[in-house]
């Protein structure tokens, strides 16, 4: 197999702890909405996200992160999300750790509960919210009863001794992920699922010692990184997955808030953070533009030190090793790209003159 080179930032193996990612060039947990809805194989990764993982890997992708994977099922953004709460999704996704692994692609996974936004349809079928009384259905949950839209459903507010329970089933999720064969899990504070809307004083109105005080809001998302940390082992790293800003003007989360909490993070044992935006309020309007969120990402490595990774509109190879080659990230995480194009970082390293790992099945015509 050919090796990696180190002819360009994008293709420099990178190292966490005793991980060493072959190359730069990192895929995004994106849903796909493809599990069971009911009976034993409800939230079991199935032959569609076998194939789908699998194809990024042999197209040269140094890490995968496995979709946002619910830690319980009320924690489902919707009804056919993967799962990693039974020992029954653990086999099936230690299918796809295994073959990640042979393509030299090291596996991570995004574990997440989606709070107040959970419920909603598949989005090609309008993504709408989906009222508990319905068959697919269930009651979502938050930091304050506060909606996120008009048309979604009241959340119930978590008891003290509820949310406790959700810590657990992180840890939980995060036993059972070292089980399926992950290197790297991801803890989703970003979007505005459950994480993220503790975070944010749009969403969490809570008087006691979840809300108010940045150091109230932020007591979750550390509790839970503590919580994932002591059963997660010392060896592997553990990365946390941010909104840099809410994108409003006033009454939300921001990159001040960002940076502050970037650096908590890194002292209860987060190893890198992965920048992303939005989410956390209906109808925001977001500047979007090539690398959009890159600059919030440059902020939290310049004041923090903590390595961070950026996403968001970064389709150009170009583009991506010049954000690397100025020190902006330590990696990039490509999303809809990835879609469109399983095989990105081999025409990148075309174009670039880098060099990634080839399948002997390809490596002739290649």
Request: glycine residues 10%; aromatic residues 8%; proline residues 7%.
């Amino acid at each position: 197999m050919p090796a990696v080179s180190a002819a360009g930032a994008l293709f420099e193996p990178y190292t966490l702890r005793s991980v060493t990612f072959p190359n730069r060039i990192w895929m995004s947990p994106m849903c796909q909405y493809s599990a069971e809805v009911f009976g034993p194989n409800a939230g079991v990764a199935n032959d569609w996200h076998f194939a789908h993982y699998a194809a990024r890997a042999a197209g040269g992708t140094g890490l995968i992160l496995v979709e946002a994977t619910a830690v319980s099922p009320e924690g489902r953004i919707s009804p056919a999300d993967l799962g990693i709460w039974n020992d029954t999704q653990v086999e099936a996704l230690r299918r796809i750790t295994a073959f990640l692994k042979a393509q030299g692609t090291t596996p991570g996974i995004q574990i997440a509960h989606a709070g107040r936004k959970a419920s909603t349809d598949r989005p090609w079928l309008g993504g709408a919210p989906i009222a508990p009384g319905d068959a697919e259905g269930w009651q979502p949950v938050g930091p304050s009863p506060v909606p996120f839209s008009g048309k979604h459903t009241v959340p119930t507010e978590l008891t003290i001794d509820q949310i406790r329970e959700v810590v657990g089933q992180f840890a939980d999720a995060a036993r059972r992920a070292l089980e399926a064969g992950f290197k790297v899990v991801e803890i989703h504070g970003a979007h505005g699922y459950l994480i993220g809307e503790f975070l944010s004083p749009h969403s969490n109105k809570r008087t006691d010692a979840y809300g108010g005080s940045f150091g109230n809001r932020t007591r979750f998302a550390l509790e839970v990184v503590d919580a994932v940390r002591a059963v997660w082992p010392e060896e592997l790293p553990l990365f946390f997955r941010i909104s840099a800003t809410d994108w409003l003007e006033e009454g939300g989360w921001n990159g001040d808030d960002t940076v502050r909490l970037a650096a908590l993070l890194k002292e209860h044992g987060v190893d890198l953070l992965d920048v992303s935006t939005g989410g956390n309020a209906k109808g925001v309007r977001i500047p979007v533009a090539p690398g959009y969120q890159v600059p919030f990402a440059a902020r939290v490595r310049d004041e923090t030190t903590l390595p961070v990774a950026t996403v968001g509109l970064i389709t150009d190879p170009a583009q991506a090793e010049k954000i690397l080659a100025n020190g902006e990230a330590d990696a990039i995480l490509l999303g809809r790209e990835l879609l469109r194009n399983p095989s990105w970082a081999r025409q990148a390293a075309r174009e670039l003159g880098g060099e990634v790992r080839v399948p002997d099945q390809y490596g002739w015509a290649i």
